[in-house]
């Protein structure tokens, strides 16, 4: 049983920089691809960035390339999303999923364990 958690959310001016951590408590974790999704008010989930298992391949939605960087540290059980010139369209609910498969994927259907969400609100 894998069970993400993740921590690092608040609240941001416009232009900052918010760094999010997952942490998953499994020996498995070094072999399954971890992605993050973000839920706004009134919105469906989205996807926004995924890594796969080894940390040597990584998608982003349009929205967010150049902005925000996926990275993981297998020997510590965790993926780290940082995120920079944050945008209030940005805002929203935080989540880490974690797949049983070795490679990304964008589709939140292929995920297998999701965490509680950290919320992330950058003011205009």
């Known amino acids: 049983q894998v069970q993400p958690v993740e921590s690092g959310g608040g609240l941001v001016q416009a232009g900052g920089s918010l760094r999010l951590s997952c942490a998953a408590s499994?020996?498995?974790?070094?072999?399954?691809?971890v992605g993050w999704f973000r839920q706004a008010p009134g919105k469906e989930r989205e996807f926004v960035a995924t890594?796969?298992?080894?940390?040597?391949?990584?998608r982003y939605v349009d929205s967010v390339k150049g902005r925000f960087t996926v990275s993981r540290d297998n020997a510590k059980n965790t993926v780290t999303l940082q995120m920079y010139s944050l945008k209030p369209e940005d805002t929203a609910v935080y989540y880490c999923?974690?797949?049983?498969?070795?490679?990304?994927?964008?589709?939140?259907?292929?995920?297998?364990?999701w965490g509680q969400g950290t919320q992330v609100t950058v003011s205009s």
């Open positions: 999923a974690v797949a049983r498969r070795l490679g990304t994927s964008s589709n939140p259907a292929e995920y297998d364990y």
């Open positions: 499994a020996r498995t974790f070094s072999g399954y691809a």
């Open positions: 890594i796969n298992y080894s940390g040597t391949s990584t």
